[in-house]
């Protein structure tokens, strides 16, 4: 192990753990909250079995802006209601509430194109079979669309490690924040590059892991 990361590895392994703190709650959020308002995306939107104009566009529209902000300034202009939640709008667990609301508008719109692939035929035999609308999302929609929504919230948690770097702003801290504050700010070029490599990795990781799932739990 190079000398520096030997000197910084304390500090290395916290940074590392406020990343998995920050993007471990994000995926909770999208999994908890995302995934019931892509379903709702889904089923509101026209020609489905709920189409409901009003409630689809009010939700999609909350999604759309939501994705649209540029993160750092939606992180800012969250910090009044991150405050009001937390008690304060700095620190990890801070960090984590622009995070998650960032996820769970991103999965969701994941989550609704993901269900629009599965084939209407399915939706209409599970109607002919007599199936409710809760027999149909569990039974037939998700069993279909199963390799998908992990394929989308593998691309997501790649999303939100790139947003957790971001934190820094508020003190929420992370690998990236490490990076940026004794790589950059100290002119230490090859600690920069180390935690690079470490970032690299860790996403390969998780992309092989969510890709590896997929293909496993795909039927087709």
Partial sequence: MPEILVQYQAVIWQAIGETFIMVGISILAAVLVGLPVGTLLFFTRKGQIRENQFVYSTFSLLVNIIRSFPFLLLVVF???????IIGTAMGTAAATVPLSIIAIAHYARLVEQSLLEVPKGVIEAAISMGASVR???FKFLFVEARSGLVLA????????????TIMGVVGGGGIGDFAIRYGYQ???TDLMLYVIVIMVILVQLIQFTGTTVSRMIDKR
């Fill in 153 to 164: 919230l593998t691309t997501s948690i790649v999303s939100f490690i790139s947003y957790s």
């Fill in 78 to 84: 969250l910090i009044p209601f991150t405050r009001m």
């Fill in 186 to 188: 100290r002119f230490q």
């Fill in 135 to 137: 027999e149909i999302m």
